[in-house]
Each structure stands twice: as C-alpha cells, then as structure tokens.
C-alpha cells in the first residue's frame, strides 16, 4: 500500500505552486509518494504548470474544480482524491526541507493517526529568518488521547505559537482514511478555513496516538496569503477557531488558561490593533470582546493600549508600517 500522499489544494497561484513543485522534484524519494493537486478553480496558468511538472513526476494526480468551493471543501477534495495512507498537506506558497520527505517517510508508522512537524519561518523567497520551534521538547514526543483533557499535557508544552494545536496546515501529517471518515460522519463545520482543526483534535479525542517530530520538515513562506492583507484577519481567525472549539468539545478549565496562555505570550500591542482594526472593519467589535474574554485577554495591558491607539486613530499609520515592512523583507 502507498505510504504517503502528499496534498496540495491551490487556487491562483501558479507561480508558488511551481516553486514548490520543483522543490519536490529534487527529492530522493520523491518516486515513492503521491502528489495530488486541487485546484480550486484557478484562473491563472496553473493547469499548464501541473501539466509541466506531470511529465517530469509521472506520480502527480490533478483535479480541478468546476467552480470555487472554499478552502476547507477543496482541502477536503485534495484528501478524498488520495490514495496513501498517511496524507500530508502542503500550503502551495510554502516548501520542503531538502532531504525531509526521506526523514518522514522513515518516521511514519501505523501507530500515529497524525503528526506534527516542526519547520522553519521564511520570508516570500523562502529564505530561512527563523526556527519556527512551537513546542518545547529536546526530542520526538508521542501523546495518547483517550479524552479531551489529555491534551493538556501537550498544551502545555506549546510556547507562543497556536498553529502548533493542529492549525498550520504544512505542519501536519494525518491517517487519511480517519480523515475521510471523520468528513463523513462529524457535524459541517465552521468553513472557516480551520476545519482542519476540528478534524484532528475529533480524530484524537476517539482514543487516538500523535507524535510531534521536533527536525524541521517544510518551509512556512510569509505573507503569501489573504490575511497578509489584513493581518488581523489572521488572529481573529485563531481566536474564534479556539472559541467555538471549547463550546464544541469542551469545557476543561485548564485546556482553556493554556490556550489562553498561549495568545497572551505571542500577542504584541501592534498585533492587538491588527486585530481591533480589522474587527471593526467587518463590524465584529461585540463578537470580538466575547472572544477575548473568554480567553482572559482583556485584561491584558498591551490589549488595554491597543484600544486607546484605535480610539485615537492611529492605526491609520500601520498600512505605511507594513509597506515599509515589506520593503525591507524585499532586501533579505
């Protein structure tokens, strides 16, 4: 049986996923895997790319969609189009390590429904800025969930970074025949862009095993999405995932401080007026407080001084701060 299945759900961004594509090509193993592509109805050249890249990596199985079903039903295509037992889904602006896909192969066994991969944190070249190193460990770790409170042990463990609870997309490796079940038999979710969330933690709350693999498997490319638009959209999104998560699955007291734990350690004053300008843009100000709340994060200083820089109107300035970012990202 194929071991591995490597996913790729894009939309209009031919150029990232040609990029990426050739990053698959130079690896050793690359033969031994499936690389399937959704695409959510794309306007641009990417059909013509994947047709390229088909003639070089026989292993490529493509589909387009008729019309643009979403983020979260077009990821839900890329795993139902799969044929390995393990999937592991690759944002297409994001890349490899070079030499990872032999170290996973090697590290996949039947025992783990999902794993989870540490990376690196890149700028839009894909140049490395930093070790994205979410969880505090020295080693691999595995964790059994036989209920919803065993995960707090793993929590725990996570610095400042939510995404490493199931959330970024390139970091996780999963069963991909629980997935589909759990597609097929789970509540429709949020379609938000986070079902993905919902998903594993439902697989692993069945009395399911994962492991967190602490070398670094793929390159997380910023500012290559919608929210880089609009950074608070990003950060509302976490915030309302984890909202909905606990009335979901849970009311654990301690889950929920961790997590709250987790968005106060990695939230700066500007991340809070991202946050507040957007919520106002959409009109989501009231929805936005019972958010924080719930998570303690009203009571944060740096969250008390963000709304006075709003009330004041200064975050008018952050656009020029963002552009002036981006230029120097340019220069790296």
């Given at each position: 049986?194929l071991k591995l299945?490597i ?8 150029d990232?996923?040609?990029?990426l594509?050739s ?22 050249s ?5 047709k ?7 292993n490529i ?7 643009n ?6 990821l ?6 799969a044929n390995?037992e393990?999937?592991w889904?690759?944002?297409?602006d994001?890349?490899i390590?070079?030499g990872?896909l032999?170290?996973l192969?090697d ?15 890149c700028?839009?070249?894909l140049?490395?800025l930093?070790n994205r190193?979410?969880?505090e460990?020295?080693?691999?770790v ?23 609870l199931?959330?970024f ?10 997935w589909?079940?759990t ?5 429709e979710?949020?379609r ?11 697989i692993l709350?069945?009395g399911?095993?994962?492991?967190y693999?602490k070398d ?14 609009e950074p608070?959209?990003?950060f ?6 984890f ?5 979901f699955?849970?009311?654990n ?13 990695s939230?700066t004053?500007i ?7 957007y ?10 407080d019972?958010?924080l709340n719930?998570f303690?994060l ?15 109107k ?6 020029i ?8 990202e340019?220069k790296?």
């Amino acid at each position: 049986m194929l071991k591995l299945s490597i996913g790729i759900p894009t939309y209009n961004r031919c150029d990232y996923l040609d990029r990426l594509l050739s990053l698959l090509f130079e690896e050793e193993k690359i033969s031994e895997v499936e690389i399937v592509i959704s695409d959510n109805a794309s306007e641009d050249s990417t059909e013509s790319i994947v047709k390229k890249w088909q003639k070089k990596l026989l292993n490529i199985n493509y589909v387009k969609n008729k019309k643009n079903i979403g983020f979260d039903r077009n990821l839900e295509n890329t795993i139902k189009n799969a044929n390995g037992e393990y999937i592991w889904i690759l944002g297409d602006d994001d890349g490899i390590v070079h030499g990872s896909l032999s170290k996973l192969l090697d590290s996949i066994n039947t025992e783990e429904d999902v794993l989870i991969l540490n990376g690196f944190f890149c700028n839009s070249n894909l140049e490395i800025l930093r070790n994205r190193n979410g969880v505090e460990v020295q080693e691999n770790v595995e964790f059994k969930v036989e209920k919803i409170e065993d995960l707090v042990s793993y929590v725990k463990l996570i610095k400042n970074d939510i995404s490493f609870l199931f959330a970024f997309i390139s970091g996780l490796v999963i069963n991909r025949k629980k997935w589909v079940d759990t597609i097929s038999k789970e509540m429709e979710f949020n379609r938000t862009g986070y079902d993905h969330v919902f998903i594993v933690i439902s697989i692993l709350s069945k009395g399911g095993k994962f492991k967190y693999l602490k070398d670094n498997y793929y390159l997380a490319a910023e500012s290559m999405n919608e929210h880089a638009k609009e950074p608070g959209k990003h950060f509302l999104l976490d915030v309302e995932c984890f909202y909905k998560f606990f009335n979901f699955y849970t009311q654990n007291q301690i889950l929920r401080e961790e997590i709250g734990r987790i968005f106060k350690n990695s939230s700066t004053v500007i991340k809070f007026v991202n946050l507040i300008s957007y919520s106002k843009k959409i009109n989501n100000q009231q929805q936005l407080d019972e958010y924080l709340n719930y998570f303690f994060l009203e009571k944060e200083k740096k969250y008390k001084l963000a709304r006075l820089i709003c009330f004041f109107k200064l975050d008018k300035f952050l656009p020029i701060a963002r552009k002036i970012k981006r230029m120097k990202e340019k220069k790296i």
